[in-house]
């Protein structure tokens, strides 16, 4: 059974960093992509980040460039979302996502994690 648990959300103040985790268990990830997504109260699901299977291939939200990093450890099958500079706007549930076909449209994602929630104070 292909699992994927995401961690590390929490409550922040602006300005301030967390890290997220997913890590995936019952198959390895070696094709497509890995991604976060988030859905903020009252909002669609919306794309944050996304990686390749060898991690040399990232893609981005306008929103978030300069400001999340997306990486990924393979030996370990997880990933992860360091998240810096955080801002108000940045609140929402986060899901992590695998073996997607195309980057940004979750459609193409066919495993998703939990969520984990993410809170940024002003």
């Known amino acids: 059974q292909v699992q994927l648990v995401e961690s590390g959300g929490g409550l922040v103040q602006a300005g301030g960093s967390l890290r997220l985790s997913c890590a995936a268990s019952?198959?390895?990830?070696?094709?497509?992509?890995m991604g976060w997504f988030r859905r903020a109260p009252g909002k669609e699901r919306e794309f944050v980040a996304a990686?390749?299977?060898?991690?040399?291939?990232?893609h981005y939200v306008d929103s978030v460039k300069g400001r999340f990093t997306i990486s990924r450890d393979n030996a370990k099958n997880t990933m992860y979302l360091q998240m810096n500079s955080l801002k108000p706007e940045d609140t929402g549930v986060y899901y992590c996502?695998?073996?997607?076909?195309?980057?940004?449209?979750?459609?193409?994602?066919?495993?998703w994690g939990q969520g984990t929630q993410v809170t940024v104070s002003s």
């Open positions: 990686i390749t299977s060898s991690g040399g291939i990232t």
């Open positions: 019952g198959r390895t990830f070696t094709s497509y992509y």
């Open positions: 996502a695998a073996d997607g076909a195309s980057y940004n449209d979750y459609l193409t994602y066919n495993y």
